[in-house]
């Protein structure tokens, strides 16, 4: 309002300086032009000062500073009308960016939560944001460049400069903790009208394979064929002896033999389907753990010890040189024996017969505070075909095994927040590692 008041001034002001001084009265003239400076300068500065106020508002709103406030009670009703409207953006930008963070943040916690590894990449490989399990997958503490990835694996860094929207590739990648079969996939996004790469990492290891899922399917199914393939022959002869007891015309005695063998194959049969549900009873009821300080070295003497029974233990040169003697861990110590107690004997049984049998047991802790156990033997190794199956619960390829040993170690793995893996080199190496 007042900026139409001073322009309407100036113009009629210079009108009648123009008419003066064409009418001779250079006197008056002189007044209306200084008029006309007067009221030049007021609107300047008016302007200057409503410039300088929205220069300073946005700077403030760019710096996060929300403190700043205009006064909306004091000056030319302009004056009060724009402070009101700065302090109502003020307020509404205030109210958008609290949200915004708050979004972010609940971002952050759900991309922390998950397990596959989230990596987004700029076309120049650096890194705008990554995941807790993008960095333990990698085997890096901070990742702000591909570049990084040189001190892990140099083929790491070349496959990740190399992704493209669409890609969908596995990675063997070799660290402290062992060997790790990395998948890769990697989706196109637009930030900020730039494009961005989405990269996915999974560790195969740690997922379920078909193969293992199919097997909890199918576990009802079996249990049910077994229990009643065990019931029905009870019921059987149980009914026909029944039926031989209540039969008046039948002697005692001439029943006699018939009576002892049918409960003789009741009694054969009840212990078979005892021991099998004895079995599954192992496996699906694994303890919480019970965790406790120890000393490592002691416990895997400890180990050793409870595997000396073994028919070829003498024969096997069993290396502890890689366990440091000062090491603590805390853990559940029962539980954990079990473990490397099933993979100490299987690796035992598998040397049996071998001149040369060695087993190699080291534990070491890394830089994030983790404890790596590895359980090395020289022996046949395991068929490539057989590797994705060892851990699947029943399955098993010797004779008198049960096939719930490795799965009940990957259980108990899985209950202490851990996990445990394998790698084997046919003819020459089996490697078992557990991570806690």
Same mark, same amino acid.
């Given at each position: ?28 003239? /002189? ?34 500073? &929300?403190? /700043? ?49 989230? /990596? ?159 079995? &599954? ?79 190699? /047991? ?75």
């Amino acid at each position: 309002m007042h900026l139409l008041f001073f322009l309407l001034i100036i113009i009629s002001c210079s009108v009648a300086t123009c008419i003066l001084f064409i009418g001779g009265y250079n006197a008056w003239g /002189v007044i209306a032009a200084l008029v006309v400076v007067y009221y030049v300068s007021k609107t300047l500065t008016f302007y200057n000062a409503v410039n300088r106020k929205l220069a300073y508002f946005f700077e403030s709103m760019e710096n996060d500073d &929300y403190s /700043v406030n205009f006064r909306e009670k004091k000056g030319t009703s302009a004056e009060m009308f724009l402070n009101y409207i700065l302090n109502k953006m003020k307020h509404i930008i205030q109210k958008t960016r609290i949200e915004a963070q708050q979004k972010e943040k609940f971002y952050e916690v759900i991309l922390s939560s998950i397990h596959s590894g989230i /990596v987004i990449l700029n076309p120049k490989g650096f890194v705008l944001q990554t995941n807790v399990a993008a960095l333990k997958l990698l085997g890096l503490n901070v990742f702000t460049h591909t570049r990084q990835l040189d001190r892990v694996d140099p083929a790491m860094t070349s496959l990740f400069d190399s992704l493209k929207p669409g890609d969908n590739k596995t990675f063997s990648l070799t660290m402290e903790r062992g060997t790790v079969q990395l998948s890769i996939k990697v989706t196109g996004i637009t930030i900020d009208n730039e494009a961005q790469r989405l990269v996915v990492v999974h560790d195969i290891n740690n997922e379920m394979d078909e193969k293992e899922i199919e097997s909890w399917i199918k576990l009802i199914r079996v249990l049910s064929h077994e229990i009643m393939n065990s019931i029905a022959p009870i019921t059987s002869l149980s009914d026909t002896l029944l039926n031989l007891y209540e039969d008046q015309s039948v002697d005692a005695n001439a029943i006699r033999p018939t009576a002892m063998n049918g409960l003789h194959v009741i009694s054969e049969t009840s212990k078979g389907l005892v021991s099998f549900v004895e079995s &599954y009873r192992k496996f699906t009821r694994i303890p919480t753990p019970s965790r406790e300080l120890f000393n490592v070295s002691e416990f895997v003497q400890r180990i050793v010890i409870l595997c000396s029974a073994e028919d070829n233990f003498n024969s096997v040169k069993i290396d502890m040189s890689g366990v440091p003697e000062d090491l603590k861990l805390y853990a559940d110590a029962n539980l954990l024996g079990q473990v490397l107690i099933n993979i100490v004997k299987n690796a035992i049984q598998a040397l049996r017969g071998r001149k040369d049998a060695a087993i190699e /047991v080291k534990v070491w802790k890394t830089e994030d505070n983790r404890t790596i156990f590895t359980i090395k033997d020289n022996g046949p190794g395991i068929p490539e075909e057989l590797m994705k199956q060892i851990f699947v619960p029943f399955f098993t390829t010797k004779e008198q095994g049960s096939g719930i040993g490795l799965s009940i170690a990957r259980q108990i793995m899985r209950a202490h927040g851990g996990s445990i893996r394998v790698h084997s080199v046919p003819d020459k190496e089996t490697r078992f590692t557990i991570e806690l």
